[in-house]
C-alpha cells in the first residue's frame, strides 16, 4: 500500500480517533506531554547556519553534517508529514544547590544521575510507533522514533508542538514543568491530525540565565557559544579545557545546570516519577576525591548504563582534576592528585599538573593567612 492511498483509504474520523489513542498511550508509557504537528523548520534551520557560520559549535563537526536532512524531515525519514514530539521529567533530587556550594564535592548534570536516558525513551517509543502500526496493519507506515539522536532539531519540533517555548538559555522551557525534561519524537507518513497550541516565549526582560553562567558562555539571549560551555567542554570536547576557563568550572564535572537551576520557570518542575532516572552510586552527592580515585574498571562497574559512560576514563579523569584544582586548599588532595602525576595519559597528567599548581598556591596563602 502507497503513502498516496494512505491519505485517501484512511478517513479523518479514524484519524482523530487515533491521534487520541497516540496521547492516551503516550501517558500511559511515561511521557507528560504528546503533540502532533506537520513540521516547518524554514526559520530553526535560517537560526542553525548563522550559529555554524558564527563557528559556536566548536569541534561538533556533526552539527553541520546531513545537509538539510536536519530541516527536510522528509529526506531523514522517507514520506514524513507528521512529527510526534514527547517530553518526559527526569529531575530526581534537590540538592543541586548544596553540592555546587560545597568545592569538595563534583557536581553532575541531573539528567545523568540514572539510568541512560536514550535507551528508556527509545525502548517507550518504540512501543508507541509498534502500536500505532498494529492499529492500521493494513498499510505499511514510513515511521522512526528519535531520542537526542541523528539530525533532528528536536527543540523547534517541541516547540512548534506546543511543548514549550526555546528560552534565551537555549533550552526548551515549559510554563508548567520548567525545563527539567528530555526530549523524544517519532517521524511518521502518517497524516495525523495535528495540534496548535504553541506557547509565546515568556522570558520577558529576565536575564538570571545569561547572568549566572559560570562562563559567560551566551554571546546574547537565545545564542550558545558551546566552546564555552561547560557541558561542551566536560562532555563534547576531546581537547584539552582552556586553561582560562578551568577556574570558572568549579566543581561541575559533567555537564552544568545553573542555567536551569536559576529559571524562574523551574519552581514549578516536578520531580520525576521514573525510577530509572534516581541516582545511581551517590552521583548526586559525590565527593571529588573519591571519583578522582577509580580505577578504570571502577569507572567502567559505576557507569555503566549511564551516560556518563561516553567520555571514557580518561576525559572523567581530566574533568575532575579541574574540581580538585578549583577545591580548598588540601594535603590529600595534593596527594591524590600526585598519584596520577605519572598517567599514561597526557591529556590527564597536564590537567594534573595545572591542579597541583593550583592546589599548592592555594595551600601557601592558607599558611601565610595563618602567621
Not at 527536510?72 to 521529567?89: A, E
Not at 527543540?155 to 511543548?163: D, I, N, S, V
Not at 591529556?347 to 591542579?355: D, Y
Amino acid at each position: 500500500m502507497s503513502d498516496n492511498s494512505l491519505h485517501s483509504d484512511v478517513d479523518s474520523q479514524a484519524l482523530d480517533a487515533l491521534a487520541k489513542k497516540i496521547k492516551a498511550w503516550g501517558e500511559s508509557l511515561g511521557f507528560q506531554q504528546v503533540a502532533i504537528i506537520e513540521p516547518d523548520l524554514s526559520q530553526a534551520s535560517e537560526r542553525l547556519n548563522k550559529w555554524l557560520a558564527d563557528g559556536f559549535q566548536g569541534s561538533m563537526d556533526w552539527m553541520a553534517e546531513h545537509g538539510d536532512k536536519r530541516y527536510r524531515v522528509d529526506k531523514l525519514v522517507d514520506h514524513t508529514v507528521r512529527v510526534i514530539s514527547v517530553r518526559m521529567n527526569y529531575l530526581a533530587d534537590d540538592k543541586m544547590i548544596a553540592v555546587l556550594k560545597n568545592d569538595n564535592k563534583a557536581y553532575i548534570s541531573r539528567y545523568a544521575l540514572g539510568r541512560d536516558y536514550h535507551k528508556l525513551i527509545r525502548k517507550r517509543l518504540a512501543q508507541l510507533v509498534a502500536n500505532i502500526q498494529n492499529e492500521l496493519p493494513q498499510f505499511e507506515l514510513s515511521q522512526r522514533p528519535f531520542v537526542d539522536s541523528a539530525p533532528v532539531m528536536e527543540k523547534p519540533l517541541a516547540e512548534q508542538a506546543g511543548l514549550g517555548w526555546i528560552g534565551k538559555n537555549t533550552l526548551l522551557l515549559n510554563n508548567e514543568a520548567g525545563s527539567w525534561f528530555f526530549l523524544g519524537e517519532i517521524y511518521t507518513s502518517l497524516p495525523l491530525p495535528t495540534d496548535s497550541s504553541e506557547q509565546t516565549d515568556r522570558c520577558g526582560n529576565c536575564r538570571a540565565c545569561l547572568k549566572v553562567c559560570p562562563t559567560d558562555a551566551f554571546p546574547e539571549p537565545y545564542v550558545l557559544d558551546a566552546r564555552k560551555c561547560i557541558s561542551y567542554l566536560t562532555i563534547e570536547s576531546k581537547e584539552a579545557i582552556p586553561e582560562a576557563l578551568r577556574p570558572m568550572m568549579g566543581n561541575r564535572v559533567f555537564g552544568c545546570d545553573d542555567c536551569q537551576i536559576i529559571c524562574p520557570w523551574n519552581r514549578f518542575a516536578s520531580q520525576t516519577q521514573e525510577h530509572d532516572f534516581s541516582p545511581r552510586h551517590n552521583l548526586d552527592d559525590p565527593d571529588l576525591v573519591t571519583l578522582f580515585n577509580w580505577t578504570q574498571e571502577e569507572f567502567l562497574n559505576h557507569t555503566q548504563g549511564s551516560p556518563i559512560r561516553r567520555i571514557g576514563h580518561e576525559r572523567w579523569l581530566r574533568n575532575l582534576a579541574v574540581g580538585l584544582g578549583n577545591a580548598s586548599g588540601s594535603k590529600e588532595i595534593v596527594r591524590c592528585l600526585e598519584n596520577r602525576a605519572d598517567d599514561p595519559s597526557e591529556l590527564v597528567r597536564e590537567h594534573v599538573q595545572w591542579a597541583l599548581s593550583q592546589q599548592r598556591k592555594k595551600i601557601a596563602q592558607l599558611k601565610i593567612a595563618q602567621r
